[in-house]
């Protein structure tokens, strides 16, 4: 093999491995970090935007299951009881995103589907995350068959850290509206 064409070689394989390593590295923000901000939009088509909402005051985003191939009764159950709490975060300040992740086609319709008899009060908005996003910005794709994100709950500040940060790295062990009401009523 010519020796320009090893040195190419041996360049590649270095790229190729650096942005691997770095891959692997990205972890998901934890208390302490910045959180990178975002724009989604709402199924009304209206934009939603961090580095707005941390303006009022404390934002809680909800990193939803979106649609692995069905409705996800864990997440279902966990947005109700955020919606039932929903009045007692507005006292506080607070608002709530919950990012609904997965491949554009059909998505909206899937989370139209999720959201259908829900009431979502002002404080309280529901964004869809096509082709993941924000997902991949946070670093909590589920890239697994049947899988589509890590669900996660994150208290961000009008500073925009993160000041409460929970992953499950399983369909359960999702963050309670009680606990993350104790953290944002901190940032009072």
């Keep these: 093999m010519p020796r320009f064409l090893t040195s190419v070689h041996v360049s590649v394989c270095l790229v190729v491995w650096l942005v691997t390593v770095s891959a692997m590295s990205a972890e998901p923000p934890k208390v302490g970090d910045e959180a990178k901000d975002f724009a989604l939009k709402s199924l009304k088509d209206d934009a939603v935007k961090l580095s707005d909402l941390t303006k009022e005051g404390p934002v809680v985003i909800l990193v939803l299951r979106g649609y692995p191939g069905y409705q996800c009764p864990i997440c279902n159950r966990q947005i109700g009881e955020f919606l039932s709490k929903a009045k007692t975060f507005a006292e506080a300040r607070a608002q709530i995103v919950m990012v609904y992740p997965g491949a554009a086609d059909k998505l909206a319709a899937h989370a139209d589907e999720f959201v259908r008899g829900k009431t979502l009060p002002d404080n309280c908005h529901f964004v869809i995350d096509p082709e993941y996003a924000f997902v991949n910005a946070y670093n909590l794709r589920w890239d697994a068959p049947g899988e589509t994100a890590y ?14 940060a929970k992953i499950s790295m399983t369909h359960g062990g999702r963050s309670q509206a009680d606990e993350v009401l104790q953290e944002v009523q901190k940032l009072k």
């Design 151 to 164: 669900p996660a709950t994150f208290v961000i500040d009008k500073e925009r850290r993160v000041r409460y």
